[in-house]
């Protein structure tokens, strides 16, 4: 057996600290002893709930398969731990746990592994800051039960790419337009190239272009999630919003469940870059915001299902019901909606063909490096088509970014407009707008118009980037709710006209007592992730308040 990594004693002992006696002292009244013999297998990826264990005498070792092969992760002895995030969440472990040396362990269940991080912040420290360690090493050396076969012209296989990813889910990806030896994965399986994309669950489920349902039920993704209970709180969407309100939610006692209809982050998860968020001066990506908030709300306690999608609200009396695609229904005494908005598609001929084969609506390390050496558009005036400009411009050949305005100045920060400006790889085309868009089995090329001299152009372009207008994810509601003109939810003073209580609205609530609308879908929202984050929080007191009269 080899090392995967050579790692340097500084680094291996981050990814695997020992703990003290005090902090043993702390786990033991949680815990169960239990003697380990040589050769056991304490638990792999077929194991549903793995335990935490820590080693008290004898050593266990941590194994991965990556790329095809076994190596060794690292031998636990005294005082040092097993578990990564997936021991939060309930997931299935993506390595193997063998016992080396006889001896005594500690075991802990998810629960008690949640008091104890809850009831000793230093002790949480340390178990917290491993296992978001050692996730960020098995993303790194593809270490994990996925193995996904694509092409960069596949829309599917983006779609699969972008969704394991933005889950956190390691995975490694072999590419039929580049990897000589996909063949031999094909032919292993009897796999054809019109099954393509392929995911390999756990090394033996061959599932040919798979949906991201399909995908997360593989993997287990929403292990550990009792969806037959009912809620105090059921948050429908995990943008900035949807886990600000599970984060202070769950910290605060609650008990909760979000619903998230792809993968946490929502919109903002695929900003490449956050740079006027609060509190990171150095800025941070939609997706390294979404991570941490996802890891601080399973912290907590609060539950979070991905690839569910909320279809229906039955909202006449509480509890209510949120009705999900598979056929589930939840039932929580509260709700918040926080299901965000989704730019608007572009209004040309042949547009929906090109549909993650030449069209994206995020600019992430996924989408970006398909760009490498060539030109590309993006088509949008705001701060997301600003942060996609200026990271594409460090992948692509030339960026040409399209607005239909004369200018960028009411709608984007200047931060945005001086880098745009600086950068010799950026051009602004202001009162511009795109006509026709051309290709076969992926986008070719791309024409448009600028407005002043009537001009129409065409373009060698297979990349276009759309972030333009938003419209609210509201359509699975009906007429549960009372929206606008463009159908975002009317809360608070808005919806005092049809308010059936003697008590008035709180600030966020609809016009059904109970359940609050946050961030983007909210009408008169500030479209900002520090104003979702805020009143996601904010919703929570309402809850609370809410919950309190209920009993």
Same mark, same amino acid.
């Given at each position: 057996?080899?090392?995967?990594?050579?790692? $340097?004693?500084?680094?291996?002992?981050?990814?695997?600290?020992?703990?003290? #006696?005090?902090? &043993?002292?702390?786990?033991?009244?949680?815990?169960?002893?239990?003697?380990?013999?040589?050769?056991?297998?304490?638990?792999?990826?077929?194991?549903? &709930?793995?335990?935490?264990?820590? +080693?008290?005498?004898?050593?266990?070792?941590?194994?991965?398969?990556?790329?095809?092969? #076994?190596?060794?992760?690292?031998?636990?002895?005294?005082?040092?731990?097993?578990?990564? %995030?997936?021991?939060?969440?309930?997931?299935?472990?993506?390595?193997?746990?063998?016992?080396?040396?006889?001896? #005594?362990?500690?075991?802990?269940?998810?629960?008690?592994?949640?008091?104890?991080?809850?009831?000793?912040?230093? %002790?949480?420290?340390?178990?917290?800051?491993?296992? +978001?360690?050692?996730?960020?090493?098995?993303?790194?050396?593809?270490?994990?039960?996925?193995?996904?076969?694509? =092409?960069?012209?596949?829309?599917?296989?983006?779609?699969?790419?972008?969704?394991?990813?933005?889950?956190?889910?390691?995975?490694?990806?072999?590419?039929?337009?580049?990897?000589?030896?996909?063949? $031999?994965?094909?032919?292993?399986?009897?796999?054809?190239?019109?099954?393509?994309?392929?995911?390999?669950?756990?090394?033996?489920?061959?599932?040919?272009?798979?949906?991201?349902?399909?995908?997360?039920?593989?993997?287990?993704?929403?292990?550990?999630?009792?969806?037959?209970?009912?809620?105090?709180?059921?948050?429908?969407?995990?943008?900035?919003?949807?886990?600000?309100?599970?984060?202070?939610?769950?910290?605060?006692?609650?008990?909760?469940?979000?619903?998230?209809?792809?993968?946490?982050?929502?919109?903002?998860?695929?900003? =490449?870059?956050?740079?006027?968020?609060?509190?990171?001066?150095?800025?941070?990506?939609?997706?390294?915001?979404?991570?941490?908030?996802?890891?601080?709300?399973?912290?907590?306690?609060?539950?979070?299902?991905?690839?569910?999608?909320? $279809?229906?609200?039955?909202?006449?009396?509480?509890?209510?019901?949120?009705?999900?695609?598979?056929? #589930?229904?939840?039932?929580?005494?509260?709700?918040?909606?926080?299901?965000?908005?989704?730019?608007?598609?572009?209004?040309?001929?042949?547009?929906?063909?090109?549909?993650?084969?030449?069209?994206?609506?995020?600019?992430?390390?996924?989408?970006?490096?398909?760009?490498?050496?060539?030109?590309?558009?993006?088509?949008?005036?705001?701060?997301?088509?600003?942060?996609?400009?200026?990271?594409?411009?460090?992948?692509?050949?030339?960026?040409?970014?399209?607005?239909?305005?004369?200018? %960028?100045?009411?709608?984007?920060?200047?931060?945005?407009?001086?880098?745009?400006?600086?950068?010799?790889?950026?051009? %602004?085309? +202001?009162?511009?707008?795109?006509?026709?868009?051309?290709?076969?089995?992926? &986008?070719?090329?791309?024409?448009?118009?600028?407005?002043?001299?009537?001009?129409?152009?065409?373009?060698?372009?297979?990349?276009?980037?759309?972030?333009?207008?938003?419209?609210?994810?509201?359509?699975?509601?009906?007429?549960?709710?009372?929206?606008?003109?463009?159908?975002?939810?009317?809360?608070?003073?808005?919806?005092?006209?049809?308010?059936?209580?003697?008590?008035?609205?709180?600030?966020?609530?609809?016009?059904?007592?109970?359940?609050?609308?946050?961030?983007?879908?909210?009408?008169?929202?500030?479209?900002?992730?520090?104003?979702? +984050?805020?009143?996601?929080?904010?919703?929570?007191?309402?809850?609370?308040?809410? &919950?309190?009269?209920?009993?």
């Amino acid at each position: 057996m080899i090392y995967l990594v050579d790692l $340097t004693p500084q680094e291996r002992a981050l990814l695997f600290p020992k703990l003290g #006696e005090p902090h &043993l002292a702390l786990l033991e009244p949680l815990s169960s002893r239990r003697r380990s013999q040589t050769g056991e297998v304490l638990f792999g990826p077929e194991t549903p &709930l793995p335990k935490l264990y820590v +080693v008290l005498s004898g050593s266990i070792e941590l194994t991965g398969v990556s790329n095809g092969s #076994e190596a060794s992760l690292g031998i636990l002895e005294a005082g040092q731990f097993t578990g990564e %995030l997936n021991q939060l969440s309930g997931r299935r472990s993506l390595v193997f746990c063998r016992t080396i040396v006889s001896g #005594e362990l500690l075991e802990l269940s998810r629960d008690s592994l949640r008091k104890a991080m809850q009831s000793d912040a230093a %002790l949480g420290n340390i178990l917290l800051s491993s296992f +978001v360690l050692r996730r960020t090493f098995l993303i790194a050396n593809s270490v994990g039960d996925a193995v996904l076969i694509g =092409s960069k012209y596949s829309g599917d296989t983006l779609r699969l790419r972008s969704f394991l990813a933005r889950n956190g889910h390691p995975y490694t990806y072999l590419d039929l337009d580049s990897d000589e030896n996909v063949q $031999t994965a094909l032919d292993q399986f009897s796999l054809l190239p019109g099954d393509i994309p392929v995911l390999i669950c756990r090394g033996q489920l061959v599932l040919r272009n798979p949906s991201n349902v399909e995908a997360a039920s593989c993997f287990d993704l929403n292990a550990g999630i009792d969806q037959t209970d009912t809620y105090d709180l059921v948050v429908v969407g995990a943008g900035p919003a949807g886990l600000g309100a599970a984060v202070y939610g769950a910290s605060e006692g609650l008990k909760i469940l979000a619903v998230e209809g792809n993968a946490p982050g929502g919109q903002a998860g695929s900003s =490449s870059r956050i740079e006027n968020y609060l509190g990171f001066p150095l800025g941070i990506s939609g997706q390294e915001l979404a991570d941490r908030a996802f890891v601080q709300a399973e912290k907590f306690g609060a539950k979070i299902s991905v690839a569910r999608q909320a $279809t229906g609200l039955i909202c006449t009396r509480s509890p209510y019901v949120v009705q999900l695609d598979q056929g #589930e229904a939840i039932m929580t005494q509260t709700v918040i909606v926080a299901t965000g908005s989704r730019y608007r598609k572009l209004n040309v001929p042949n547009a929906a063909r090109f549909e993650d084969t030449g069209i994206f609506y995020g600019a992430t390390f996924v989408e970006a490096p398909l760009c490498q050496g060539d030109d590309v558009v993006v088509v949008g005036g705001g701060n997301s088509a600003g942060q996609a400009a200026v990271f594409l411009a460090g992948f692509a050949r030339h960026v040409y970014l399209l607005i239909r305005g004369p200018g %960028l100045q009411n709608t984007m920060s200047r931060y945005l407009i001086a880098r745009i400006e600086a950068s010799p790889q950026i051009t %602004l085309n +202001v009162g511009t707008t795109v006509q026709a868009l051309e290709g076969d089995s992926h &986008l070719e090329q791309i024409s448009w118009r600028e407005d002043a001299t009537g001009i129409i152009s065409t373009h060698r372009i297979q990349h276009i980037f759309i972030m333009t207008g938003a419209d609210p994810n509201t359509d699975w509601l009906s007429d549960c709710l009372a929206t606008d003109e463009k159908h975002f939810i009317k809360t608070g003073a808005e919806v005092t006209d049809v308010w059936p209580l003697k008590r008035s609205p709180f600030p966020l609530e609809t016009s059904v007592p109970g359940i609050f609308a946050v961030g983007d879908v909210r009408a008169g929202s500030i479209k900002r992730v520090a104003s979702a +984050v805020g009143e996601g929080s904010m919703a929570v007191q309402f809850v609370h308040q809410v &919950l309190d009269a209920q009993w």
